[in-house]
């Protein structure tokens, strides 16, 4: 008998419910009706409201803390199993807990390591995600894993702007690879700010490797968690003689004090991907939608096509 595709449905975790619409809209289907029951301390459960036996699904759902959106992702893809689903793919926008994803210290868990773990326990069969904190957590997976750049739908927002003199920085030593990897696709100049922590989240001293006098500067991180690294190279840049600061950041954590230091910041834009949704608006903050990127690698992957031309990086 011929192979045939079934159709694929696409369900959407609570928290990335208007990304999945986005997503189903531009993939050609409608977003699959799933129910949460809620009980009053707190436990709740996902329920499929149609059939999902011996069909492909695609889960949407960005595993940010707190702790109820990976256990809600852990929940409707158990539940996908249970229900016969024959493929079940993890989409996570933004997969969470990634910064622990080795050990920097004694006696402290590889967090990444676990939820990956996790994930294929519950019965996922494949995981597209976007930006990781660090490439290697690919390998903490035994299943196939598709891993997205924001690049490409950056790169073209960038190439508008005609910035003249444009240099990409790194706000950190570990982002350079990043940084040259923007550089050499937007043909421009690379320079690297060198930060100590006090702690996580407090910055005690950052320096800055590189001229950027008269030059219209674009910072390049894979996520924006208190702004307190982004504005503080910010303002060093500008210090030290440049035109602009822009910054690019995919996933828009954006905790604590963030808004408020962005405002006050001399970061002319941060542009950001709806990988998370925002907790509030900012006029300094421009949303980049990542659907189209997500629904095509989506329909090539259930229709076993290439997905390598959506690698820009």
Known sequence: MPNVVTEAKIFACNQSRELAEKIAETFGVKLGNVITSTYSDGEFQPSYEESIRGTRIFIIGSTHPGPQNLMEMLLMIDAAKRASARHITAVLPYFGWARQDRKDKPRVPIAAKLVAKMLEAAGATRIITMDLHADQIQGFFEKPVDHLFASTVFLPYLRSLNLENLTIASPDMGGSKRAYAYSKALESDVV????????????????????????????????VDT????????????????????????????????????????????????????????????????????????HNVHYNKSISSKFIM
């Open 192 to 223: 690297i700010c060198y930060k100590q922590r006090a702690k996580a989240n407090v910055i005690s001293h950052m320096e800055l490797i590189g001229d950027v006098t008269g030059k219209n500067v674009v910072l390049v991180d894979d996520m």
């Open 227 to 298: 702004a307190g690294t982004l504005t503080k190279a910010a303002d060093l840049m500008m210090e030290r003689g440049a035109l602009s600061v822009r910054a690019i950041c995919t996933h828009p954590i954006l905790s604590g004090s963030a808004y408020e230091r962005l405002e006050n910041s001399k970061l002319e834009e941060l542009i950001v991907t709806d990988s998370i949704p925002l907790k509030q608006k900012s006029s300094k903050l421009r949303v980049i939608s990542c659907a189209e990127l997500f629904a095509d690698v989506m």
